[in-house]
């Protein structure tokens, strides 16, 4: 099976407050949407991500370029933008799973909830079961009470096959709400899984204080280290943290021997759990002889993006007598955030002798030593 998802952000979202719709709002660092893009580009199952946007948005810098997504144009009815989605699903595609732009929070768990209650259903959505007593009140007073018994809150991603949501939709009347409003109005019926209490729908502005209070407490949050060592021999200068600096020899190495950068290379590779440079960059494979090293600092980056995780700081010790690194540092931190998509007040890079003791202290070669932090909303 193959599995779109399709996040539908063309909506306006008045109640919400502000100059923009709320799905554009920033929630933490980002936009309100593109947490939900971001879950769902990093979710193993999922093929192709779908964007639907009002076309008012289309040609502004409201949404986010990244995660990738095929972008769709909404229409006048939240039915309308919704097919718009599924008509812009990849030709492979033989599921759907369509989200609520505004639904930031929503967890691995529950997207695999409703893509296992997919094998056995047409379509599958998650709701929670109604525990609050309800009440009917007219003019500020109760007027009755309404039985709870087998009522649930809906929430999103309501999960489908395809072909069948496409020919429910056919034959929409375009007035349903939902997407589960068109199945069952075409006769589909849609399984109930168990729904998130975090997985709120943003739709009040109290509703970004309690979102960003739930994200601060869920955060994944990895540090890694790293450590290499290169040696001298002949040459003209080094090349240490991206910054080519003159010197009496060179750093000897089967890349271009960058000692800061592979350091922190490593410390990424490892907050992930994903090995070291040297598996993913064999010293054997000829095609990485010379390599210049920020080739590898750019795949650990990448990797840590495709697992849903931003590099919060940086932190490299460079340890040697020669040559000085205090009048390189700025450039360095300039360098490596540009490799590394940062602002540079998020990279230090600082420098220590080992006071004339130990190979560094014989100027034999350079050691480095480096910390990443990575978080994952
Ligand atoms: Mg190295």
Redesign the pocket.
């Known amino acids: 099976m193959t599995t779109a998802a399709i996040i539908v952000a063309a909506g306006r979202g008045v109640r919400a407050g502000g100059d923009i719709p709320k799905q554009w709002q920033t929630l933490g660092d980002r936009s309100v949407a593109a947490y939900a893009m971001e879950r769902f580009s990093a979710h193993p199952a999922v093929s192709q991500l779908v964007l639907v946007l009002h076309p008012d948005d289309i040609d502004t810098h409201l949404w986010p370029r990244e995660p990738a997504a095929t972008i769709a144009t909404g229409g006048a009815t939240r039915a309308a933008s919704v097919l718009a989605g599924l008509h812009a699903v990849n030709e492979d595609v033989d599921r759907v799973l369509i989200h609520d732009a505004a639904r930031p929070l929503v967890k691995d768990a529950l997207i695999d909830r409703v893509l296992a209650a997919l094998d056995d259903n047409i379509g599958a959505a998650p709701a929670l079961a109604v525990t609050d007593t309800l009440w009917h009140g007219v003019k500020g007073a109760v007027e009755g009470v309404q039985d709870r018994e087998g009522l649930f809150r809906a929430q999103t991603p309501q999960g489908f096959l395809l072909a069948p949501l496409l020919a429910a939709h056919a034959a929409s009347n375009g007035r349903e709400t939902d997407d589960v409003a068109v199945a069952r109005a075409a006769g589909v019926d849609v399984a109930i899984v168990a729904g998130d209490e975090d997985n709120i729908k943003i739709t009040t502005p109290a509703d970004f204080v309690r979102a960003a209070k739930l994200m601060r407490q869920d955060m994944d949050i990895r540090c890694g280290n790293g450590y ?3 040696r001298f021999g002949p040459g003209d200068h080094v090349c240490l943290c991206g910054v080519h600096i003159p010197h009496t020899r060179s750093l000897q ?1 089967h ?1 271009d ?3 800061g950068m ?2 922190v290379t490593d410390a990424i590779y490892g907050a992930l759990g994903k090995g070291d ?1 040297g598996q993913h960059f064999p010293p054997s494979d000829p095609q990485w002889k010379g390599a210049a ?1 920020h080739i590898f600092l750019e795949h650990a980056v990448a990797l840590a993006k495709s697992e849903g995780y931003g590099i919060s700081n940086v932190d490299c010790t460079l340890v040697c007598e020669f040559p000085k690194i205090g009048p390189h540092q700025d450039a360095m931190k300039a360098v490596m955030a540009a490799y590394m998509g940062l602002d540079s007040d998020r990279i230090s890079v600082k420098a220590t002798t080992s006071e004339k003791l130990g190979f560094t202290g014989r100027e034999e070669g350079i050691a480095s030593i480096a910390t990443v932090t990575l978080v994952k909303p």
Request: aromatic share 0%.
């Open positions: 290499d060592v290169h190495g890349s021997a960058d000692v592979h350091a440079i090293s």
